[in-house]
């Protein structure tokens, strides 16, 4: 199913309820998830929306702009990261191409698509991002938020480190399927925690499921421009009344925990969960723990 915003279409999918939430049998409520930086639909782990569609809840998920089978914007080229790292540290102005408001819009586009008026949203990583501009932006629609392993976006925030971010932009040596999966599985590995990894064939299925999906690297980099822009999201967030739990693991090596303590302090009545030892990602030993903390809040 698609949405539509402004020119752009945004692929989305709807995972009703296995039971309902009351004696009508409507589910409790809608949940969106947010997807980070340049992952799909397809990466919210299975036995998450499970889940939480085993409690009465309805779960949509959906492709960011640039990712999936959502509008690409390849014709468009890719910007010039170190340029406009530069010029924000000199203070000079930087415009990418869209802006994370204009992807909370979106987010707001699938909503409208599945006839809701209010959801609790979920986002991960960038997609936390994207759902505190929601907040911001369009707070009668939001029940509830939840910012997973996300940042504030303040500009005295620890980052992640150069070695890691150039692994992640890294280009493929040979453009194969083969060396598009290895170069993915190696920046996952560096994502991971040592003490949470899933299995390694599983992760390899799920990257080759993704790159045949739909492989636009530029995205990638065109939604971190995005990212990188949104210099002016941290002042707001104390005008965010939504209820919100900030959830982030110490051993985040992308966004660093402070990034989500910032968050959490930001945002006034704002729940926090630490875990321990988990590193940028969510992998299906910790789903069970985040899961139950989440159908807690939603609830």
């Known amino acids: ?84 790292s530069l010029k924000q540290k000199m203070g000079l102005h930087v415009k990418p191409l869209y802006s994370l408001e204009d992807m909370a819009m979106d987010a707001e586009a699938v909503l409208d698509a599945c006839g809701i008026d209010q959801a609790h949203v979920l986002g991960m990583s960038m997609g936390g991002m994207i759902a505190q501009r929601l907040a911001i932006h369009s707070p009668h629609r939001l029940r509830s938020m939840v910012s997973l392993m996300s940042s504030s976006g303040a500009k005295d925030l620890p980052g992640p480190q150069t070695e890691l971010l150039e692994r992640m932009f890294a280009s493929p040596q040979e453009q194969t399927l083969d060396a598009y999966v290895t170069q993915a599985l190696g920046v996952f590995d560096a994502l991971a925690s040592p003490d949470f990894r899933d299995d390694i064939n599983s992760m390899r299925e799920r990257v080759v499921k993704a790159i045949e999906r739909s492989y636009h690297p530029g995205g990638v980099i065109r939604q971190m421009s995005a990212v990188m822009a949104d210099s002016a999201r941290a002042p707001l967030l104390h005008t965010i009344k939504t209820p919100t739990l900030v959830i982030h693991g110490l051993a985040d090596p992308l966004v660093p925990i402070a990034c989500g303590i910032d968050t959490a302090k930001r945002i006034p009545g704002a729940q926090w969960m630490e875990i321990k030892n988990m590193a940028h990602d969510l992998p299906q030993c910790l789903v069970p723990l985040v899961q139950a903390r989440l159908i807690e809040f939603f609830q």
């Open 1 to 84: 199913m698609r949405a539509h915003n402004n020119g752009v279409w945004l692929e989305y999918e709807v995972h009703p309820a296995r039971h309902g939430g009351d004696e009508s049998g409507e589910p409790r409520a809608s949940i969106l998830l947010i997807m980070g930086l340049g992952l799909q639909l397809i990466s919210w782990p299975q036995s998450l929306i499970n889940g939480l569609t085993q409690a009465g809840f309805q779960v949509i998920t959906f492709d960011n702009r640039d990712v999936g089978l959502s509008t690409i914007f390849d014709h468009e080229g890719v910007p010039n990261l170190l340029w406009q």
